[in-house]
């Protein structure tokens, strides 16, 4: 099993550019799709970006689709959110995750299959 640890949140302007990075401990790292999370205050948490296994195929959700890019090296058991044209609304706390995955170029969808999390990183974008 991988442990994760974000880190890369911090305050940005509106229109600015942020990369989130975490970093998995563990030999089994490129067993897992992984996805980032999100979390606002009063909010429940969004599934906002997946990539498969290999890093091959890469999804984003629809409010930060053409902003958002997730990616990932399995050389160095990292993956990356980066983060362009922020807006207030993109504020929370954003958590990192794996699934386990038995197809290498799948991307995990249902935000129920991942059940490893780091402890999250906050970023706030200020109007």
């Known amino acids: 099993q991988v442990q994760l640890v974000e880190f890369g949140g911090g305050l940005v302007q509106t229109g600015g550019s942020r990369t989130l990075s975490c970093t998995a401990s563990g030999r089994t790292f490129s067993n897992y799709a992984m996805g980032w999370f999100r979390q606002a205050p009063g909010k429940e948490r969004e599934y906002v970006a997946g990539v498969s296994r290999v890093g091959t195929r890469s999804w984003s959700t629809d409010s930060v689709k053409g902003r958002f890019t997730m990616s990932r090296d399995n050389d160095k058991n990292m993956v990356y959110l980066q983060m362009n044209g922020l807006k207030p609304e993109d504020s929370a706390v954003y958590y990192c995750?794996?699934?386990?995955?038995?197809?290498?170029?799948?991307?995990?969808?249902?935000?129920?299959?991942?059940?490893?999390w780091g402890q999250g990183t906050q970023v706030t974008v200020s109007s």
């Open positions: 995750a794996a699934a386990e995955s038995a197809y290498t170029d799948f991307i995990v969808y249902n935000p129920h299959e991942y059940n490893i």
